[in-house]
């Protein structure tokens, strides 16, 4: 390895020395992932390599690394971010077990109140959030997944305030005294915030009363009223918040009416958490905390399915510039998860396949920039993890997701790919990448076609329960386009049970002379369909049977990598539609 690779980075991230045993790629893979987060999922190789301070070759390396192993992606002079990363976030809130356990139960309140509703966690001084049940609504500004914010100018931090040590308070005040605005938390405007006799007041109330308040502390509009909610020992485990805007609610308006009822829910969830037999790995980070018997590691969720691919690669497969201790340090992070929320170096070395020596150095250097804490002998990890990615990532809506894989099925097939979901009679385009093969139907994303015409349409409408496809066709008057265009409802209700069984349906001509498309379901991780991706192409390109043998395996192949991203996009929330 080149002598630069010995000398430690740069990175705010990391306090104090740097321990000797550090591994220094594996601390400049996540300054990368952490500048491009910043960055809201994109940077240029030269703008990362200015802010990182890193030399264009490790630049070049280290991204190339995280995009063998799926964590970003390369396009040009561009480095984006990628789904496959939230698997380290998502191996975090699986070990927390919270989002699971009360991601549902945050949605229902949010319905049932129509206001926003979030749950965040302790991370340092600030607190960051792990599930967001947001309504949409013009009026709401409303934070990510992952997003930390300074706990000084939001509700849930003057309720984790409450119980602050003299530690904790001198941990925040010299934060405050190293950057007064705020402008180490991203997510949120800059600004000075409460100074500490307001916020220590507004600390010792919520501590009396067990609630909080935030009047537009962050964003002017912005209201919050915030809970505790505490296991069965009585710690808090996570805040929980209603948040609202000033067009519908005061700060105590948002109060008197939500109050006793986020009371009551909370109430429900404590209930929850206390009558689940789980190791308590919900709590944040939050210093040291006792030792919990029973999280030891004798009763482990079995290991993680499978590691990561670029472990199963040769050396010569991965390429000279492959980085494998920045690899395996980030592997290290995958092997916690549900059941897995305490790991002993050897069950960390064992979940990895690692040895133990390469994987108790990738612990020393994510404890030292604390994306895990040690408690005694076992190893957690810290909501920091989510910064890794989670924030941007969470909000990728589908057409994004996709859209690399739709580039890369038309630069395979040479033709138009597009990705499109249903919209009542008809088809609507939310993803395309065309080539320049002339056709004469213009179709952008928003274009809508007759959804019995198109092969998009059919494996969709295909997938429907019986009763909802019968319910369909009766409702349309299929309208004629071509001389092909099938008008019979009768034949086309046939097709669709054809299109069923074969998972797939090839359209020739009936939406346009000359056209053929061949479309296959795209499927989220219960199973539904939530969209369609197709080829499109002259009728004259290929016979219909070469369209079925040459362009379906790829289709396939570009559905099947969509919907692993759409499953690891999806675990903990929702993935937008568009
Ligand atoms: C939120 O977006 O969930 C939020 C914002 C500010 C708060 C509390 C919650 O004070």
Redesign the pocket.
């Known amino acids: 390895m080149p002598p630069t690779e010995t000398v430690p980075a740069p990175d705010t991230d990391a306090s104090g020395d740097v321990p000797s045993e550090a591994v220094a790629p594996l601390m400049r893979g996540l300054m990368v992932l952490r500048r491009l987060t910043d960055a809201d999922g994109v940077l240029s190789l030269s703008e990362l390599e200015r802010i990182t301070g890193l030399a264009r070759s490790t630049v070049d390396r280290v991204t190339g690394t995280l995009a063998r192993m799926g964590y970003v992606r390369l396009d040009g002079r561009d480095v984006f971010l990628a789904p496959r990363l939230m698997d380290l976030g998502n191996a975090y809130l699986a070990a927390l077990g919270l989002p699971g356990l009360l991601g549902g139960q945050a949605d229902a309140l949010a319905d049932a109140l129509d206001e ?3 749950l ?1 966690v302790a991370d340092g001084d600030g ?1 960051r ?1 792990v599930h ?1 049940a947001t309504r949409r609504r013009a009026m709401s ?3 990510r997944i992952g ?1 930390l ?1 300074p706990a000084e ?5 003057a309720v984790l305030a409450a119980e602050w040590t003299e530690a904790e308070w001198t941990r925040w005040r010299t934060r405050r005294a190293a950057d007064p605005r705020a402008s180490g938390f991203p997510a949120v405007p800059p600004g000075e915030g409460p100074d500490e006799k307001e916020f220590a007041a507004r600390a010792a109330r919520a501590g009396e009363r067990g609630w ?1 308040l ?1 009047d537009q ?2 964003e002017p509009g ?3 009223l ?1 809970l505790p909610v505490r296991d069965a020992d009585g710690a808090v485990v996570c ?1 929980a ?1 209603v ?1 609202s805007h000033t067009s519908r609610h005061t700060a105590d308006s948002l109060r008197e009416a939500m109050l006793p009822r986020l009371r009551a829910a909370v109430a429900d969830w404590e209930r929850l958490l206390s009558g689940e037999d789980r190791e308590t790995a919900a709590r944040p980070q939050a210093g040291p905390r006792p030792a919990h018997p029973q999280a030891g590691p004798r009763d482990l969720a079995p290991r993680p399915p499978g590691l990561a691919d670029w472990t199963h690669a040769s050396k010569q497969e991965l390429g000279r510039g492959f980085v494998e201790s920045l690899a395996r340090g980030l592997t290290v992070l995958t092997a916690f998860g549900e059941g897995r929320a305490a790991l002993s170096l050897s069950a960390v070395a064992e979940a990895t396949g690692l040895a133990r020596a390469t994987a108790r150095r990738a612990l020393i250097t994510l404890e030292h920039l604390g994306y895990v804490y040690a408690e005694g002998r076992l190893f957690r990890l810290t909501p920091q993890v989510l910064a890794l990615g989670y924030p941007y990532l969470s909000r990728l809506p589908l057409p994004q997701i996709a859209a690399p894989h739709l580039a890369e099925l038309s630069r395979r097939v040479h033709d138009s790919a597009s990705l499109a979901v249903l919209a009542g009679h008809d088809v609507r385009y939310t993803a395309r990448v065309a080539t320049r093969r002339i056709m004469s139907v213009h179709i952008t994303v928003g274009t809508r076609f007759p959804a019995h015409a198109t092969s998009l349409g059919r494996v969709m409408l295909a997938d429907l329960p019986p009763d909802a496809r019968a319910a369909w066709l009766a409702d349309i008057e299929p309208r004629a386009l071509t001389p092909h265009t099938l008008t019979s409802v009768g034949e086309l209700a046939a097709v669709l049970e054809r299109v069923r069984e074969q998972g797939y349906a090839l359209v020739d001509e009936e939406l346009e002379q000359g056209l053929r498309s061949i479309s296959v379901p795209v499927r989220d991780r219960a199973g539904a369909v939530v969209a369609a991706v197709n080829v499109a192409m002259h009728s004259s390109r290929r016979t219909v049977e070469e369209t079925v043998a040459d362009v379906l395996p790829e289709l396939r192949a570009t559905a099947a990598r969509i919907e692993d991203d759409l499953r690891t996009a999806g675990r903990f929330t929702p993935v937008p539609e568009a």
């Open positions: 926003s509703v979030s965040a607190i959030f967001q500004l409303s934070f997003d914010l100018r939001t509700a849930p931090g909080a935030d502390l962050i912005l209201v919050a915030a805040v918040s948040v």
